[in-house]
């Protein structure tokens, strides 16, 4: 069976840090480019960050540039997002999609498999 699960959400106070994981089981990410998404209620989903194939490129949005940083480590079937200096707007489910990418970029559109996400509560 193909999946993607997240990982490593959680509830954190502003300023705090996290690492979300997005592994692969049942195919190999090598040959795909990853994305890490958002979508807070009542809110289009929003494309976080992602990452190409060989982790050469990645792209993050303008609200969370500076803060949060995305990797990916293929030995381990696993790509990575740090969230530091965490905000209460950054409260929302967070899904992870993998992209069999034949470019050299990532891009947020055209995913072929996603996680079931996991939940990012930034609160005091």
């Known amino acids: 069976q193909l999946q993607l699960v997240e990982s490593g959400g959680g509830l954190v106070q502003p300023g705090g840090s996290l690492r979300l994981s997005c592994a692969a089981s049942?195919?190999?990410?090598?040959?795909?480019?990853i994305g890490w998404f958002r979508q807070a209620p009542g809110k289009e989903r929003e494309g976080v960050s992602c990452i190409s194939r060989s982790g050469g490129s990645t792209n993050y949005a303008d609200s969370v540039k500076g803060r949060f940083t995305i990797s990916r480590d293929n030995a381990k079937n696993t790509v990575y997002l740090q969230m530091n200096t965490l905000k209460p707007e950054d409260t929302t489910i967070y899904y992870c999609?993998?992209?069999?990418?034949?470019?050299?970029?990532?891009?947020?559109?055209?995913?072929?498999?996603w996680g079931k996400g996991t939940l990012v509560t930034v609160s005091s």
């Open positions: 049942g195919f190999t990410l090598d040959y795909y480019a």
């Open positions: 999609a993998a992209d069999r990418a034949v470019s050299s970029r990532c891009y947020y559109h055209g995913m072929d498999y």
